[in-house]
């Protein structure tokens, strides 16, 4: 019987819970392990700020976004003093066998860091932004496609109705894969994403050559971290950046309306979609997929398979060495944005 810490770090997302549930159930039932939730993600651990987690404390969770746990984006080895200490001072107060955070590469590059050091850690992948490597699908992504193509079919409508140009701006940092999924399945007419620097001048033409062809109205969606080709468009710079470093995104919507509208006179308006990517009720594949991570995670750590992350590949669920999972991100399958430029227009 071990004592098992679990804790959700990064941005919260859809299924999160299911992944606790699951986690919590088949330790209690069928291996006889207890839990500790710590608050917060990284920051619960270094306050020392847990609850316990019983079959009583997850039941009705399975439907609910977010995390019971809450979560942030501390980052033990940024904070003053020494973050390594003060886990493991955390976890031996707490009698803490092995940790199963959940998160995105953040925070399992901190698990990273505490296997190297020695503690037993098993990592569950989170992020709707689906460009975690070692897994093939993230809970969450499913959801946040969801929400865009929705958002994206009410839009056509407005579009339409007043021969406009809407700019969607959606989640993807490094990657366009909930843009390229949502474009895809909202019948879009440019999708602009990381992997592929844009020239806001074909983005025009191709506008102007739609409304030669008789077609009043325009669908673009951008991630929100695709960038303009060098020396092309100028773009807004926050200058902010999180705990871990990255800077924060948002602003590329704004910039194309202005230019787009500029640049071709026709009328634009920019949604930017945001947090609401993020919130809500996941959809039923995230639920599955989360409820299957969370047995594995515990699984994997009644079997002492430390150092790992579950993981996605094709139909099954298995393990993968956390620095293997964390040495790249998986980008855009080029293939599939291939497919999406056949609709372009």
Same mark, same amino acid.
């Given at each position: ?20 549930? $699951? ?37 009705? !969770? ?10 942030? +984006? ?13 886990? *493991? ?43 975690? @490597? ?11 496609? *969801?929400?865009?193509?929705? $958002? ?11 021969? &406009?140009? =809407?700019?969607?701006?959606? =989640?993807? +940092? ?7 999924? $949502? ?11 990381? %992997? ?5 001048? %074909? ?20 991630? %929100?971290?695709?960038?303009? =080709? %060098?020396?092309?468009?100028?773009? *807004? ?12 995104? @948002? ?11 500029? &640049? ?29 991570? @969370?047995? $594995?995670? !515990? ?9 790992? =992350? ?13 620095? *293997? ?21």
């Amino acid at each position: 019987m071990a004592r098992v810490g679990l804790l959700t770090g990064g941005g919260d997302c859809p299924g999160l819970n299911a992944v606790i549930r $699951a986690a919590v159930r088949r330790g209690l039932i069928d291996r006889e392990h207890t839990f500790v939730g710590f608050r917060n993600g990284w920051a619960g651990v270094l306050a020392d700020e847990a609850e316990e987690l019983t079959l009583a404390a997850t039941i009705g !969770i399975l439907p609910r976004g977010g995390t019971i746990l809450g979560t942030s +984006r501390t980052n033990p080895f940024a904070e003053a003093g020494d973050g390594l200490e003060a886990i *493991q001072e955390t976890l031996a107060r707490r009698s803490v066998d092995a940790l199963v955070p959940i998160g995105g590469e953040d925070t399992l590059g901190v698990a990273l860091r505490l296997h190297r050091e020695g503690i037993p850690v098993v990592g569950v992948p989170k992020t709707i932004d689906n460009d975690l @490597g070692g897994t093939d699908v993230t809970f969450g992504f499913q959801t946040a496609v *969801q929400i865009v193509t929705d $958002a994206i079919d009410r839009l056509h409508t407005t579009a339409e109705s007043h021969n &406009r140009v =809407m700019v969607v701006e959606v =989640m993807g +940092r490094h990657a366009g894969w909930i843009a390229t999924h $949502a474009g895809i399945a909202g019948g879009a007419d440019a999708i602009l994403v990381p %992997e592929r620097p844009f020239d806001i001048e %074909e983005v025009c033409a191709h506008l102007r050559s739609r409304t030669a062809r008789g077609r009043t109205f325009s669908i673009v969606v951008v991630a %929100e971290g695709a960038t303009p =080709m %060098e020396g092309t468009l100028q773009t *807004q710079d926050g200058g902010r950046t999180d705990a871990f470093g990255h800077p924060r995104l @948002g602003g590329i919507g704004v910039t194309l309306e202005a230019e787009i509208e500029a &640049r071709t006179g026709y009328e634009a308006r920019v949604t930017i979609l945001g947090h609401v990517q993020r919130g809500g009720t996941p959809v039923a594949f995230d639920r599955v997929l989360g409820t299957r991570f @969370g047995v $594995a995670a !515990i699984d994997a750590v009644s079997a002492g398979r430390f150092g790992t =992350m579950v993981a996605l590949r094709g139909t099954e669920i298995v393990g993968v060495d956390l620095e *293997q999972a964390l040495s790249a991100p998986k980008l855009l399958d080029p293939k599939l944005y291939e497919t999406a430029e056949l609709f372009f227009g």
